[in-house]
């Protein structure tokens, strides 16, 4: 679907002007703690007494969301009478956005895991998210992930999508170093997964390499706190956002997720020491691949992932790539044995099938072994 692209301009009027088109009169705004930073928070506190538009707040959720608050959130969204979904966050605020989107034309109350179980149906709610890291690219997907009973749920659905972004590129000035980093290197990421995934199409190759130079060129600018960087990163994550919303992500993301909740570093720092050693591995393994044919086309794709690096060899874009996280100072985490059989044992085999090297259970070991220091050792 097509999505309007917004800049805040002036004092945000640019939202006046969105929210009176569409004659919105209240919105349900779904924000996570990043808000109170923003600049945005001085229009939104002026607003109604501007306007004359309400406001209906909803923040009942924490990071990896769960089934139980976004069916407190549609609770809350049905009961205000709102047209209109804000989003304004990172990752979890867009997925509890979102969800509550999708379930709230839904029959019944969401009892037992009611709402994952029922068709999807039309709606008339117009959806504006407001990204604010530079990294998920979850403005421009539709997919969002919540966790029920303590087990991840994989949404997918167009309605995800949703039909405006704000662009704000004042919503970087104030996020950690750590998390400008790790959400930079999930951009980075989406666009490489993106790049070999067994689903690419030419419009995805064209996004993932767009997404890669942008973010390569913007990169030590986008750290260093100049501006047009940020505006350019954020521009970057968008497009790589876009890249995987066309083929998903592929093995670097499905292993890194159980990093994250063991280890408690960011998604993009896990995922980015996923790749590292994701990379190397699959170049050596096309050297071994058995089809000839297939083993030409796995190289020409390499070798063209390479060239957007600025690499000239087929290794030279992972030669890159760990040159970077290396100079990032990413913490590597130890393992123990204990860990590493938990690790092997927790990668979606769905994900693994969007990779264009089939990876055993003794090598995905091996590459944890590669990923993580090991505490034996």
Known sequence: ?????????????????????????????????????????TYLETLEERTGIKIVAFNDFQSNPTYESVVKG??????????????IGGGSAMDVAKCIRLYSGMEGNGENGDFLRQRIVPD??????????????????????????????????ERCIPDSVLMDHHVLET???????STM???????????????????SSKYSEEGIKQILDNMDGYLNGDAISGEK????????????NITQTTAGHAMSYKLTSLYGIAHGHAA???????????????????????????????????????????????VKFREIIDKLDMAIPVASEQEFKILRNSVNPVRLKNNPIKISEEAMDGLYRKILRNGCD
Request: positive net charge; glycine residues 6%; charged residues 20%.
């Open 175 to 181: 996020l950690p170093l750590y998390q400008k980093k």
């Open 1 to 41: 679907m097509d999505q309007t692209i917004l800049k805040p301009g002036e004092n945000y009027k640019v939202l006046d002007v969105y929210l009176n088109s569409n004659g919105i009169c209240s919105f349900f705004l779904v924000f996570d703690g990043a808000l109170q930073y923003l600049r945005i928070r």
């Open 233 to 244: 990163m954020q521009e970057a994550a968008y497009i790589a956002g876009k890249a995987i």
């Open 74 to 87: 549609v609770q809350c969204f049905r009961k205000s009478g709102c047209q209109c979904i804000v989003a």
């Open 272 to 318: 980015a020491l996923c790749v590292k050693e994701l990379w190397p591995w699959m170049l050596n393994a096309v050297e071994k691949y058995p089809n000839q044919e297939i083993r030409n086309d796995l190289e020409k794709i390499f070798q063209e992932l390479s060239w957007i690096f600025g690499g000239k060899r087929l290794i030279d874009g992972a």
């Open 124 to 157: 008339n709610i117009r959806f504006l998210a407001v990204p604010t890291t530079a990294g998920t690219g979850a403005e421009a997907t539709r997919y969002a992930v919540i966790y029920y009973k303590g087990e991840k749920q994989s949404i997918t659905h």
């Open 185 to 203: 290197l999930d951009a980075l990421c989406h666009s490489i997964e993106s790049f070999w995934s067994v689903n690419r199409t030419r419009e």
